[in-house]
C-alpha cells in the first residue's frame, strides 16, 4: 500500500523490495535512515527502565544472524537509488555497525565522516561505561559534486563570547544534541530528535530536493523534510506504525520550520580572496606593531586589523606568522 500526503510518497513495505518496485536509478538526493537495532529492539525499554504505554507497537526486528544479508541488500539499493553526488547519513548503535560498515565497504560511495551523536541520558550500567553516543556514518556516491552548505547555519566570520568560530564548532564531528522527548504522546520507539534531522538536511540538500527514509518509523525524517520545504518519501514495513505515521504528518503543514531556522551572517569581508600586495603587508605589519604597543592583545588586535584591511581573520594570521610576528 502507499500513501500520498502533501504531494510525498510513502510505501507501507519492507524498504529493499519497495525500493526496487517504486524507485528509479539515480533518483534520490539525501537519504537518512536508522535501520532496525537487530539487538532484540523490541525489548529495549527493559534497559531504559521506560514506560512503553505511549509507544506505537508493531515494531519489526532483524533477527541478528540475518543482518549482515540485510545491511548489504538494503544498503546496495541506497547506492542504486541515490544520485551521483547524492549523500547518505546512516544512524546506528555499535552493536551491528561492523555490518553497516562492512556493507558501505561493498558499494562504491566514498566516506565523508564518521559522526558521533552524544546524546544525554544513555542505558545506565553498573559494572561498565554508560552508553550514551551512536555512530552516524556520512557518505556520498561519486560522480558530481556533491551539495555542502557551508554556512546555512553559521557564517565563516560568526564568533561566540570567547572569539571561537561557530561554524566551525557546527561542523565539528562530535555533535551534542539530546534526546526528544514527547510524555504522553504517541511516539514510534526511537525517534530521531528533529535538531538532529534539522542539521543534516540543512548542510546536505536544498529546498526541493528528495529525501529518502528507508526505515521511516515515526516518520520523523519525513516530517522535517517537508518541513524544510523538501520533498519526501521512503519505506515502513509495520502496517500500525506506517499508519501512526501517516496521521502525523497530514497534520503539519509544508514548510512550517523554516521560519524557526537560525539566519547565518554569511556575508564575506570586501578583500577576502583578493592578492595581496607588498604595499598592503608591509601596513599590516606596521598597524599590528601599533596596535600591540598600545597594550592590546594579539586576538584584539588581529579583530582590528580585519576590519581596517576588510579580509578574513586566517589571511591576517597568515601574514603575521609569514613574517614572524607573535
Known amino acids: 500500500m502507499s500513501q500520498v ?13 519497495g525500493a526496487r518496485t517504486h524507485l528509479d536509478d539515480d533518483s534520490v538526493d539525501l537519504i537518512i535512515t536508522d535501520p532496525p537495532y537487530g539487538i532484540d529492539g523490541d525489548k ?20 541478528s544472524d540475518e543482518y549482515p544479508r540485510f545491511s548489504r541488500e538494503w544498503i546496495g539499493e541506497a547506492e542504486r537509488i541515490l544520485r551521483p553526488g547524492g549523500q547518505i547519513y546512516v544512524i546506528s548503535g555499535y552493536s551491528n555497525l561492523v555490518h553497516i560498515l562492512n556493507a558501505l565497504q561493498e558499494t562504491n560511495l566514498q566516506e565523508i565522516n564518521h559522526i558521533i551523536w552524544k546524546y544525554n541520558f544513555g542505558v545506565y550500567t553498573k559494572r561498565k561505561f554508560v552508553s550514551s553516543h551512536y555512530h552516524i556514518l556520512y557518505y556520498a556516491k561519486p560522480g558530481r559534486r556533491r551539495t555542502f552548505n557551508l554556512q546555512c547555519r553559521y557564517g565563516l566570520k560568526e564568533r561566540d563570547a570567547s572569539g571561537g568560530s ?44 528528495l529525501i529518502c527514509d528507508l526505515f521511516l518509523g515515526g516518520f520523523s525524517t519525513a516530517r522535517v523534510a517537508v518541513g524544510l520545504n523538501r520533498r519526501a518519501t521512503g519505506f515502513e514495513v509495520s502496517d500500525e506504525i506506517f499508519s501512526h505515521g501517516i496521521g502525523t504528518l497530514s497534520e503539519i ?34 598597524r599590528f606593531r601599533q596596535i600591540k604597543d598600545a597594550g592590546h592583545t594579539k586576538k584584539d588586535a588581529v579583530k582590528e586589523l580585519c576590519a581596517e584591511f576588510e579580509r578574513g581573520r586566517f589571511s591576517i594570521e597568515r601574514i603575521l606568522r609569514e613574517h614572524h610576528r607573535p
Not at 555533535?175 to 546536505?204: F, V
Not at 503543514?253 to 537560525?262: A, F, I, K, V
Open 5 to 17: 500526503v502533501h504531494g510525498c510518497t510513502f510505501h507501507n513495505t519492507d524498504c529493499i523490495k
Open 44 to 63: 529495549l525499554h527493559r534497559h531504559y527502565n521506560r514506560n512503553e504505554l505511549h509507544v506505537v507497537d508493531g515494531y519489526v526486528e532483524i533477527p
Open 166 to 209: 561557530l561554524n566551525y564548532r557546527d561542523r565539528e564531528d562530535v555533535w551534542l544534541i539530546d534526546r526528544q522527548y514527547k510524555p504522553g504522546q504517541q511516539k514510534n520507539k526511537n525517534e530521531l530528535p528533529d535538531e538532529l534531522l534539522i542539521k543534516m538536511i540543512q548542510y546536505s540538500s536544498n529546498e526541493g530536493d
Open 253 to 286: 503543514e509544508p514548510g512550517y520550520l523554516c521560519d524557526t531556522l537560525r539566519v547565518p551572517d554569511a556575508g564575506q569581508p570586501k578583500n577576502q580572496g583578493k592578492r595581496w600586495t607588498e604595499r598592503e603587508i608591509q601596513h599590516l605589519l606596521e
